[in-house]
């Protein structure tokens, strides 16, 4: 685990400055070690560097980057193979290995067999590969994005590296913001891949190679191999079961210290439960407490994750919040490369900072909602699709009646409400439309974004709508925010973040079951039935609450004050893009109690204060 970076300079003028600068930026990502080295070629030179993270192979040997005996070929890699023994074995017939890291198992499965190589890989990664000999650069990322990897390209030079920090620490790009992100962040609270919140910084998407050539730009060339696993016709609950132990059992580090993050709910638990069938004991587990006055704005999250860590013999480790966490917000706000305005990125923060004390890697459940089903918005769907021949005559009706169910935010069902009323208004004749209303912010469900719909063809079915929607979901959703966050704020603690849920061999099989099918029963019922035989009915039979904090409460508090200042600053940069008025009013409506727009708010804040920081009046 580590950062990598690398410059491909195309005058011969460059020292080795700034990718030195790059290394600094981003030294929380691997503060074990640091290694760089240099290229010149006939058609430009190639700095490349890489922060570690000492995991697998935790040997001063393998600190460097690795190189080909010839020199020929380079890697910079960021990420986990959990199979790399496996394929290490097969590889020990035509190369000699020096070390006992996965990187020189990538470095020679790479030579061997080209990018075909990576439809064996189980495991997360972003990686620069080059070739000398044809002075050609390729760069990769894991299908879902569990590692990230952006770039910048101009006449003179080619950056790329794992943060966008990185990026402009390079000193060779000017900083420019990137004001057309705004209405797509407001409405889904992350920027429109590949674009970023700057002007000529890029993200490499998921799951796709870009190639440079000499004299071309960086260019997306095509999708990697899908992993190799054959996948049975028909599934059975025993296979899922074992197909989750064993990425369980992949997951957990053999030469460093591991804890989970546990939440109480269904997917942090069972990942608990099977932990502690694996021999651990006194496995260290990490929680939020959020015991706000207000019922509605606390959870029951922290009681459960209690009891599942006393039940399953963990040490229990909590961080209670407070509005007295809201002076640690600009904290917060200088680690972020560019703003996810989902609240569960200042708890993962909290959470990271607490777990380094004790451990190097984290086990989290991200991905379990994606891959099982698991969002209200997946089962409202399902229930669209399935009536939608009478539904569509009764949208205007439906949609009237969403505004007469309480919003308010004293309201003892206030959760409920405000999930209704945002199913109701937010149907629309598309089906396609429809998923994608689901996924945004109900306040913002009129901004002029760019949305990104799923294709739509004559004739398509049910089925085929909500295979869509999920895909959608895993596409968008599960990559720019829930992956993003844990990637992020987790390394930010110089923490490695493990997530069996998204382990290749579980989710091809996921993805050959029909979408109707996983939720035939309800919201992720899969895991629930496992969890249910491994004495976990509590906790599938609670209701699912959400990784967030009382943020709508806080704001009100004496503590919220400079943030209801930032949020009503006229002046703020903002507000040369967006309506103030149209802010304002939800700012009145929710301190009025009167509508409850906490997420929506949160959000803004967050944007608010970051492009300040950022930018300051140069937008």
Not at 86 to 94: A, F, G, M, Q, V
Not at 147 to 166: Q, R, T
Not at 248 to 256: F, G, I, S, W, Y
């Amino acid at each position: 685990m580590c950062g990598i970076h690398l410059i491909i300079d195309k005058t011969f003028q460059l020292s080795q400055a700034p990718v030195q600068q790059m290394l600094q930026a981003l030294h929380y990502r691997g503060p074990d070690a640091a290694s760089q080295l240099s290229i010149k070629n006939h058609n430009h030179c190639v700095y490349i560097a890489q922060n570690r993270l000492r995991i697998t192979d935790i040997r001063s040997e393998a600190d460097t980057l690795f190189q080909s005996e010839d020199g020929r070929y380079t890697l910079a890699y960021n990420g986990e193979i959990y199979n790399y023994q496996d394929i290490r074995k097969r590889l020990e017939r035509s190369y000699h290995f020096r070390t006992q890291s996965d990187t020189e198992v990538l470095l020679y499965l790479l030579i061997a067999e080209g990018l075909e190589g990576i439809s064996q890989v189980n495991g997360m990664f972003a990686f620069t590969f080059y070739d000398r000999m044809e002075e050609k650069l390729y760069l990769c990322r894991d299908r879902f994005g569990m590692k990230p990897l952006f770039y910048a390209e101009n006449e003179k030079y080619l950056i790329v590296s794992s943060e966008i920090k990185g990026i402009l620490a390079s000193g060779l790009i000017e900083k420019e913001p990137n004001s057309k992100q705004i209405p797509h962040y407001l409405r889904f609270k992350f920027a429109q891949r590949p674009n970023t919140f700057y002007k000529n910084i890029y993200e490499i998407e998921p799951g796709y190679v870009y190639i440079y050539n000499p004299g071309k730009s960086l260019l997306k060339s095509s999708k990697l191999p899908a992993f190799q696993v054959s996948v049975p016709e028909n599934f059975s609950l025993t296979q899922i079961e074992q197909s989750l132990v064993e990425a369980v059992q992949m997951h957990l580090p053999a030469e460093v210290p591991a804890g989970l993050f546990l939440s109480g709910g269904v997917d942090s638990t069972l990942l608990l439960a099977m932990i502690r069938e694996s021999g651990k004991k006194d496995f260290p587990v990490f929680s939020i407490a959020n015991s706000a006055k207000d019922a509605s704005f606390g959870t029951q999250d922290y009681l459960f994750a209690r009891k599942a860590a006393q039940q399953y013999g963990a040490a229990y480790h909590e961080i209670e919040i407070s509005p007295d966490l809201l002076a640690n917000f600009y904290a917060f706000v200088e680690k972020i490369d560019q703003p996810v305005g989902d609240g569960a990125a200042w708890l993962t923060w909290l959470l990271s900072q607490e777990a380094k004390k004790f451990v190097k890697v984290i086990i989290s459940g991200a991905g379990a909602d994606e891959l099982f089903a698991g969002y209200n918005r997946h089962q409202a769907y399902f229930q669209y699709l399935k009536h939608y021949s009478w539904l569509q005559y009764l949208l205007p009706v439906l949609k009237k009646s969403a505004f007469l169910l309480p919003d308010g935010s004293s309201h003892p069902f206030r959760k409920q409400a405000r999930l209704l009323h945002k199913l109701l208004s937010q149907m629309d004749v598309s089906r396609q439309q429809t998923f994608v209303n689901f996924t945004a912010h109900l306040a913002f469900a009129e901004t002029n974004s760019e949305d990104n719909l799923f294709p739509e063809a004559t004739g398509q079915n049910m089925e085929q709508y909500l295979q869509q929607a999920l895909q959608y979901d895993r596409e968008h959703f599960l990559s720019a925010d829930v992956l993003a966050i844990t990637d992020r704020m987790t390394m930010q603690a110089s923490l490695e973040a493990r997530l069996p849920y998204l382990d290749a061999h579980l989710s091809a099989l996921m993805e050959s079951i029909p979408a109707s099918v996983l939720l035939q029963k309800g919201k992720k019922w899969i895991l629930k039935d496992i969890l249910s035989r491994k004495g976990g009915q509590a906790y599938v039979q609670r209701s699912k609450e959400g990784f967030g904090m009382p943020f709508g409460q806080w704001l009100k508090s004496v503590n919220g004050k400079f943030l209801r200042e930032l949020l009503q600053n006229r002046k703020a940069l903002l507000y040369e893009h967006t309506s103030y008025a149209e802010i304002n009013k939800l700012v009145q409506l929710h301190l009025a109690g009167k509508s409850d727009y906490s997420s929506e708010l949160w959000t803004i804040v967050l944007l608010i204060a970051w492009l300040e920081q950022e930018f300051g009046k140069k937008m």
